[in-house]
């Protein structure tokens, strides 16, 4: 039964390419969802699909692409009630 987690990340995560680098392995794991800078400098995702791969991608969101420097994750699982149907940048 799929999941669905949403997911704030702090630290310099914003003009490194975390969003790509989000996109490009949450479709690897098949989980759909979004990612989207945030105007306070954060990056917040929606990721939502089989709890292991929801929790591979939540994993990786702590290392983020090789430019990036994550000082914080804040995950909380979230009920949804409209999955999207892939994952994408907003």
Not at 21 to 36: F, P, S
Not at 62 to 68: C, D, E, F
Request: aromatic residues 6%; charged residues 20%; hydrophobic residues 45%.
């Amino acid at each position: 039964m799929p999941v669905c987690k949403h997911c704030f990340v702090s630290g310099r995560v914003q003009g490194v390419a975390f969003r790509a680098g989000a996109v490009r392995r949450a479709r690897a794991l098949a989980i759909t969802g979004y990612a989207k800078n945030l105007p306070d400098g954060r990056v917040e995702i929606l990721a939502c699909g089989e709890p292991a791969a929801v929790d591979s991608l939540c994993g990786w969101l702590w290392q983020g692409p090789p430019l990036a420097k994550v000082s914080d994750v804040v995950v909380r699982e979230v009920e949804c009630a409209e999955i999207p149907g892939e994952f994408s940048a907003m």
